[in-house]
C-alpha cells in the first residue's frame, strides 16, 4: 500500500462539507462578465446606476452524495470615469448580497473597462482590464493581460465571433493564505503559494501538459516534488520525489482524464448570435424585456495540477442604451485528484455545479450615455478564486500531515 494511501479526510469531503457553510462554487475564470450597447457616445460613463436581482443555485455530487443550495442575489452598482494605467475607463464599484439559509454574505467590487479600437474587425472592443472583489471571505485581485479580456464587440454585428486568451495576474488571499498567479495566453501558469506560520509551496503548470508541485515536505530546506509528465499514449505518470533524509520516489500511472492530448489548457470563444427574445427567467424590468442582441461565451479550463476540467457556458443579453439586461451562466467543474489519499482516476471523484440569473431591474443613464458596458457575473467567479484558495490550502494541509507521520 503506498504511504499516501493511509491519509483520512480527502480534500474533496472538505469542498463536499463547505457548500452548506461557506458555499463552495465550482472554479470558474476570473473574468466577470461584461455587455455592451450602442456607440463610443458618452464613453467613459460617469454616473450611471444599476440595480440587478436573480438567484445562484449551486450542487455538489461528491461519492453518491449530492448537496443543493439555492441563494438570492442582489446587486448595486454606480460608475464613474477615472484612468488605469493611463487609459480613460470606467469604474463600476458595486455591493453584492447572497441571501440564502443564514446570514446574508455582503461583498464590495470594482471594475476596470475600457472601450479601445478593435485589432480584428471595424469598431471597438470592450475590454475588462482590472477587477477587485472584497468579502468575508477574503480578498481577489485580478489583472487582465493583453489578448484577453473582450466581452463585446461595437457596433454589434450578428454572427461576428471572437477569442479570448488565459493572460492575467491574480492574487487571493485570507486567513494567512496568499496565492499568487500568472497566467499565459495559452492556460500555463506558475502559482506561489504562502501560508499561515511562514510555510509556502509553488505550482507551475506547461502547455504541454506536465507540472509540477514543490513543498517542503517534512520540514526539509529542500522542496521535494510531485511531477506530472505530459501524456503519453494516452497516460500520464506522476512521480513523488522526496529529498529529505534518504531521498526515494513513487510512481503512480494514471489514464489521461481529460479530452484532449495534447491538452487544450483553456479557451474562450463568444459569438454575437442576433436579435433574440430575453427570457422571462431573468425577470428583467418591463422597459428592458423583449428583445436584445445575444451573446453566447463558451469556455474550458484544464489544470493538470489540481485535477479540474471546467466548462462554462455564459449567455447575455445587450440593448441600447442600458447595456446588459439579462444574464445567464452556468459552470460546471469536474475533479479527478484527492491528495489526501493520492487517488488519481479516469472518473471525477467530485462534479460541481452553479448556474446563475440575472435581470436588470433599474438603471440610470447620465445624459449621453450609449454604451453601457456591465461586468456582472460575480456571483459565481469571485467565489470562484476564493475556492481555489481553499483547495490550494486543503492540499498544502495534507501534505503537511502526511509529512509530520513520516509516511
Known amino acids: 500500500m503506498s504511504r499516501f494511501v493511509r491519509l483520512v479526510a480527502p480534500i474533496v469531503v472538505l469542498a463536499f462539507a463547505a457548500c452548506a457553510g461557506e458555499m463552495a462554487p465550482p472554479s470558474v475564470p476570473a473574468v466577470p462578465t461584461a455587455s455592451s450597447a450602442g456607440s463610443k457616445s458618452g464613453w467613459p460613463i460617469d454616473g450611471a446606476s444599476f440595480s440587478y436581482e436573480g438567484t445562484l443555485q449551486q450542487t455538489t455530487a461528491i461519492g453518491g452524495r449530492r448537496a443543493r443550495a439555492a441563494f438570492g442575489v442582489s446587486q448595486r452598482v454606480?460608475?464613474?470615469?477615472?484612468?488605469?494605467?493611463?487609459?480613460?475607463?470606467?469604474?463600476?464599484?458595486?455591493?453584492?448580497?447572497?441571501?440564502?439559509?443564514?446570514?446574508?454574505?455582503?461583498?464590495?467590487?470594482?471594475?476596470?473597462?475600457?472601450?479601445?479600437?478593435?485589432?480584428?474587425?471595424?469598431?471597438?472592443?470592450?475590454?475588462?482590464?482590472?477587477?477587485?472583489?472584497?468579502?468575508?471571505?477574503?480578498?481577489?485581485?485580478?489583472?487582465?493581460?493583453?489578448?484577453?479580456?473582450?466581452?463585446?464587440?461595437?457596433?454589434?454585428?450578428?454572427?461576428?465571433?471572437?477569442?479570448?486568451?488565459?493572460?492575467?495576474?491574480?492574487?487571493?488571499?485570507?486567513?494567512?493564505?496568499?496565492?499568487?498567479?500568472?497566467?499565459?495566453?495559452?492556460?500555463?501558469?506558475?502559482?506561489?503559494?504562502?501560508?499561515?506560520?511562514?510555510?509556502?509551496?509553488?505550482?507551475?503548470?506547461?502547455?504541454?501538459?506536465?507540472?509540477?508541485?514543490?513543498?517542503?515536505?517534512?520540514?526539509?530546506?529542500?522542496?521535494?516534488?510531485?511531477?506530472?509528465?505530459?501524456?503519453?499514449?494516452?497516460?500520464?505518470?506522476?512521480?513523488?520525489?522526496?529529498?529529505?533524509?534518504?531521498?526515494?520516489?513513487?510512481?503512480?500511472?494514471?489514464?489521461?482524464?481529460?479530452?484532449?492530448?495534447?491538452?487544450?489548457?483553456?479557451?474562450?470563444?463568444?459569438?454575437?448570435?442576433?436579435?433574440?427574445?430575453?427570457?422571462?427567467?431573468?425577470?428583467?424590468?418591463?422597459?428592458?424585456g423583449g428583445d436584445a442582441t445575444e451573446l453566447v461565451e463558451n469556455a474550458v479550463r484544464l489544470d493538470v495540477t489540481y485535477g479540474q476540467y471546467e466548462t462554462l457556458t455564459r449567455t447575455f443579453w445587450v440593448k441600447a442604451p442600458y447595456g446588459l439586461v439579462c444574464l445567464q451562466t452556468t459552470d460546471e467543474l469536474q475533479t479527478y485528484y484527492d491528495y489526501t489519499s493520492f487517488t488519481f482516476g479516469s472518473t471525477p471523484i467530485s462534479d460541481a455545479t452553479a448556474s446563475e440569473t440575472l435581470g436588470l431591474k433599474a438603471a440610470h443613464l447620465p445624459k449621453g450615455a450609449q454604451n453601457v458596458a456591465l461586468p456582472l457575473d460575480m456571483a459565481v467567479s469571485s467565489v470562484a478564486s476564493q475556492q481555489r484558495r481553499k483547495t490550494a490550502r486543503a492540499i498544502f494541509e495534507a501534505l503537511r500531515r502526511l509529512g509530520k507521520a513520516g509516511r
Not at 169 to 191: C, H, K, P
Not at 196 to 210: C, I, P
Not at 232 to 250: A, C, H, L
Open 78 to 288: 454606480r460608475t464613474s470615469a477615472t484612468s488605469f494605467e493611463g487609459r480613460s475607463v470606467t469604474d463600476y464599484a458595486g455591493t453584492q448580497t447572497l441571501s440564502g439559509s443564514g446570514p446574508s454574505r455582503n461583498a464590495t467590487f470594482d471594475l476596470f473597462v475600457a472601450e479601445v479600437p478593435s485589432s480584428i474587425r471595424h469598431g471597438d472592443d470592450v475590454r475588462l482590464l482590472k477587477s477587485s472583489l472584497d468579502d468575508a471571505s477574503g480578498q481577489v485581485v485580478t489583472r487582465i493581460g493583453r489578448g484577453n479580456g473582450v466581452v463585446d464587440q461595437v457596433p454589434e454585428v450578428p454572427q461576428a465571433r471572437w477569442q479570448n486568451g488565459a493572460a492575467r495576474t491574480q492574487t487571493a488571499s485570507a486567513s494567512g493564505t496568499t496565492l499568487s498567479d500568472r497566467y499565459a495566453a495559452d492556460g500555463s501558469y506558475a502559482e506561489s503559494e504562502s501560508f499561515a506560520g511562514g510555510a509556502s509551496a509553488s505550482l507551475a503548470a506547461y502547455g504541454d501538459g506536465s507540472a509540477v508541485y514543490q513543498w517542503p515536505y517534512q520540514g526539509g530546506s529542500r522542496n521535494s516534488t510531485i511531477t506530472f509528465s505530459p501524456p503519453s499514449r494516452k497516460r500520464v505518470q506522476i512521480v513523488f520525489t522526496n529529498v529529505t533524509g534518504f531521498p526515494y520516489s513513487e510512481l503512480f500511472d494514471v489514464k489521461v482524464w481529460y479530452p484532449n492530448a495534447p491538452p487544450v489548457l483553456a479557451s474562450d470563444s463568444i459569438v454575437d448570435a442576433g436579435v433574440a427574445q430575453v427570457p422571462a427567467a431573468c425577470n428583467a424590468g418591463a422597459r428592458y
